[in-house]
């Protein structure tokens, strides 16, 4: 089984291959500032760095880490040349180990396997298989006992097993559509290369290149050729999360790949074939999107053969996986380090509050409110008082007994603002919104998911600006 999530601080599409081998999620970092930032949001299981940093800088980034408490395995990949020597030296600064060069998958499966056992020593003691219906469900992480979850994993399976390609999962904001896309890909191909791209964080022409690839001075900017991740995908798995963004020109080259199982790179003339399962996912209903004309009919057709559906936390039949789910964010969150194994449970009325709200983000939200509740808590229950749907409802009373917290968020709470803004601003194009912002795109999605925002979250905040109504810190039993 691969790493969760693995950093590569480098440039090198051949090094970030190299670290897709190995994980189910990958960031790309291009500098050590980057790298540091990601670090602390996405909380990986490694880091690749690539052999342009000097030895000092990899000592810096170590110093520096080591003061925020992050511990995370260092792997150094070689320029592969012979550099026993060089490797030595890292290895005494602290590096965990290192590569001789960008091709040495094999070893980098073995290192994978150590820092696996490693965390395996570590989490002794969080036995979470109570959480999961069946070990499927328990490689990915996939909490749930609820018929409608049950139902969802045995079409996983049936998929899988199949020869269908492309899948289509649909599912509302943050249901667990790509976990399982993950699902899928751990039946089907699990040593294979599992590559996703957001079909609305990019604009047409980046996209188009980021799928197919495109050869050296094809377009203005295209200094050097590119690998799309068609090709980098290999026999694995290539996800297209939220397809309906995908601009309608490029729906028509897609469906013809699906079609004829060929491409070419942009400006290329070579002919390359598509071995990959596509996966697609969808959080909009594309029958609808079609109807509009926002996504074309015979795309829709071809994806929509055996559809997996994911029912939303709100709906009646998901219901009972609610407390479920709580139970085990408190028992595998890693927020609050000094109080893990402290706060054990919850008490009944905020489970209850937790069972009545509707979870517009779903899981993720539901995450998130956990990992707050966590930060505020002051005994060894989460009550009520500590669930709060919203950090940036707090600054509003000042009387209000949690106020104590608000030094916590408040940076958070700019950041989160400004984010949104930059969004709104450009219509969430995640590449542009990112430059607005002045940050990586990588660094973004970052912290997009952790702050949750998704399109209704941040337009339902601009409608609450907008009426400027102050609201009261409320646990969400109160909403
Ligand atoms: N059943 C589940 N058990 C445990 N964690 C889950 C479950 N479903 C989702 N999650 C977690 O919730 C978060 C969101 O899940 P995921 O990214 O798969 O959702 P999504 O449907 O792809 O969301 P989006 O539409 O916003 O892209 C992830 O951190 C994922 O691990
Ligand atoms: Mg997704």
């Known amino acids: 089984m691969n790493l969760r999530r693995v950093v590569a601080v480098t440039k090198e599409t051949q090094i970030q291959q190299l670290a897709r081998s190995v994980g189910q999620e990958i960031f790309i970092a291009d500098d050590i500032t980057e790298a540091v930032d990601i670090i602390q949001t996405v909380e990986p299981d490694l880091i690749l760095f690539d052999y342009h940093f000097t030895q000092r800088q990899i000592h810096e980034f170590l110093e520096t880490t080591h003061k925020k408490s992050i511990n995370t395995p260092i792997v150094v990949v070689g320029n592969d040349g012979d550099n026993t020597d060089l490797a030595k030296e890292l290895k005494q600064i602290g590096i965990f180990d ?273 990992d707050r509740a966590l930060l505020l808590e002051t005994t060894d229950k989460i009550g009520l008082k500590s669930i709060v749907i919203d950090p940036m409802e707090y600054e509003q009373d000042p009387n209000s007994p949690i106020t104590s917290h608000i030094k916590d968020f408040s940076l958070a709470k700019a950041e989160r603002e400004l984010i949104c803004g930059a969004l709104r601003e450009t219509g969430w194009q995640k590449t542009k919104a990112a430059v607005l912002l002045g940050i990586t795109r990588a660094t973004l999605y970052a912290k997009v998911e952790q702050y949750n925002i998704n399109k209704d979250s941040s337009a339902e905040k601009e409608l609450q600006t907008k009426a400027s109504s102050p609201l009261l810190p409320q646990p969400i039993a109160a909403q």
């Open 98 to 370: 290192y590569l001789l060069g960008r091709q040495d998958y094999s070893r980098l499966k073995q290192i994978a396997g150590r820092i696996k056992e490693q965390g395996k020593v570590v989490n002794h003691n969080k036995d979470t298989s109570d959480f999961f219906v069946e070990d499927l469900a328990a490689s990915v992480s996939m909490v749930g006992k609820s018929s409608s979850i049950q139902n969802t994993i045995k079409m996983i399976k049936l998929v899988a097993a199949s020869k269908c390609n492309p899948v289509l999962i649909v599912g509302e904001t943050g249901t667990g559509k790509e976990l399982s896309a993950r699902a899928i890909h751990i039946l089907r191909c699990p040593n294979e290369p599992f590559v996703a791209v957001n079909c609305a964080a990019l604009t047409a022409n980046l996209l188009e290149s980021e799928l197919f690839g495109h050869v050296k001075g094809s377009f203005t900017g295209a200094d050097r050729d590119k690998t799309g991740l068609l090709e980098l995908a290999g026999t694995g798995t290539l996800l297209l999360d939220e397809i309906s963004e995908m601009p309608i020109d490029l729906q028509a080259k897609l469906l013809r790949i699906l079609q004829e199982k060929n491409f070419r790179k942009v400006g290329g003339t070579k002919t390359l074939t598509c071995n990959a399962t596509i996966i697609a996912t969808s959080n909009r209903n594309l029958k609808i999107e079609v109807q509009n004309n926002h996504f074309r009919r015979d795309l829709y057709y071809r994806l929509n053969i055996s559809p997996i559906t994911i029912a939303p936390l709100k709906a009646l039949e998901r219901r009972e996986d609610i407390s479920l789910l709580a139970d085990y964010f408190l028992k595998t969150s890693t927020i609050c380090p000094d109080k893990q194994n402290k706060i054990t449970s919850l008490t009944k009325m905020a489970t209850e509050a937790l069972e009545k709200y509707d979870w517009p983000g779903n899981v993720r939200e539901l995450r998130n409110v956990i």
